[in-house]
């Protein structure tokens, strides 16, 4: 498989269809059929810690790589403009570097909300404090 089309939906259907990247914004999260042919559902989450989805002229794009190392394929490979482009596998030394670091971005990424959620809700709790709420 070299590209994968983009179908918008709400739901991701139980059924995929080989070359389709189905994207539901409302529940973030993208889904296909593995580009190797190998007929394993592969799903990511989309958000600011997770995979980044991008959509131009109807061409979608997945950030970062689709790495399937949970797979017996162990395919890897980007999403870029609708095209799909293989990239080297990865030995279990860098599988385990890259699942750090990503776990590292998410602990990053909320405990960054985390501190603005404590600004706004002390300065939400000084302003109450001064205009007597």
């Avoid at 959509?55 to 797979?71: A, K, T, V």
């Avoid at 095209?83 to 670091?101: F, P, T, Y």
């Avoid at 985390?114 to 600004?119: A, I, K, L, Q, S």
């Amino acid at each position: 498989m070299n590209e994968l089309k983009l179908q918008h939906v709400t739901y991701v259907p139980r059924d995929l269809a080989p070359g389709v990247l189905y994207v539901s914004l409302e529940y973030a999260v993208a889904a296909h059929l593995c580009a190797c042919g190998c007929g394993a559902k592969v799903v990511t989450p989309l958000g600011p810690a997770e995979w980044s989805f991008t959509e131009r002229h109807g061409r979608p794009s997945l950030r970062p790589s689709i790495g399937n190392w949970q797979l017996p394929c162990r395919s890897h490979y980007v999403i870029s403009d609708g095209q799909i482009h293989w990239a080297k596998g990865w030995s279990e030394a860098q599988v385990l570097a890259g699942r750090n670091a990503e776990e590292q971005r998410r602990r990053d990424h909320y405990a960054a909300q985390e501190r603005e959620r404590g600004f706004w809700r002390r300065f939400w709790n000084w302003l109450r404090k001064v205009f007597g709420g």
